[in-house]
């Protein structure tokens, strides 16, 4: 299969993504949902390794949940042999470590959130790309609400890998896509200067650049109509 970086939207796949452990969404001391369909307060997002990947970040809303810890378990990485990508939590009420799911509030209309500290590395396996893993995104359970997006940010890249794709890409969170990054193989992912580490910041809103575009289009059809007159 031939994988190419994806571009701003990310085309839509015709193979959808399920995580291997699926058992993150039981992990979570929240209300199950009721709701039928993606809503603000009821919407999953997953994302991790094709490749040998052992475990995937979920982010999403759910009924009961709130910012910050809700009770999830840390998964414990030693041994573990495979790419991994998680995130990390230190600052909150919860234990510090590496978590596959973090649930929060549901975003106000045109507002937007953000999920720090998301870590990737692989330990006791090579990966197929060497230094580079294939991930994949897509919306699941409830979905996403159409129109959102997720602006990916590299925050630290290990010097090493020589990465020189992009730093950031513009991912529609009720589709699906798949894209490179730069993956360190580690055996002490708890070093963060070990691992790559990403933030992701949600947007209830059409992608900024898209709006640009849709205003100086308005502004040029309004000036056709003020010449018009």
Excluded at 32 to 60: C, F, H, K, R, Y
């Amino acid at each position: 299969m031939s994988v190419t970086n994806v571009q701003k939207g990310c085309p839509d796949m015709t193979t959808r993504f399920v995580p291997l452990l699926a058992v993150i969404v039981a992990s979570l001391a929240c209300v199950p949902a009721v709701a039928s369909g993606p809503t603000a307060a009821n919407w999953l997002g997953e994302m991790g390794p094709v490749d040998a990947g052992q475990s995937a970040v979920a982010i999403g809303a759910k009924p009961g949940c709130q910012d910050g810890y809700d009770g999830q378990t840390p998964v414990n990485v030693q041994g573990l042999a495979g790419i991994e990508m998680l995130h990390y939590r230190s600052a909150w009420a919860g234990p510090t470590g590496f978590f596959m799911v973090d649930y929060e509030s549901p975003i106000p209309p045109g507002g937007s959130k953000t999920w720090p500290d998301i870590c990737l590395w692989s330990q006791n396996y090579t990966p197929r790309l060497g230094d580079r893993a294939t991930i994949v995104y897509g919306a699941d359970g409830p979905g996403v609400p159409h129109g959102w997006w997720g602006h990916l940010v590299l925050d630290y890249v290990p010097a090493y890998l020589d990465w020189t794709g992009p730093m950031d890409r513009w991912l529609a969170l009720d589709g699906a896509c798949r894209f490179i990054l730069p993956v360190p193989i580690t055996t002490d992912p708890y070093d963060l200067n070990q691992v790559t580490r990403m933030h992701l910041d949600v947007y209830t809103t059409p992608e900024p650049s898209s709006l640009a575009a849709l205003a100086l289009a308005l502004a040029g059809f309004g000036a056709v109509l003020v010449r018009r007159r």
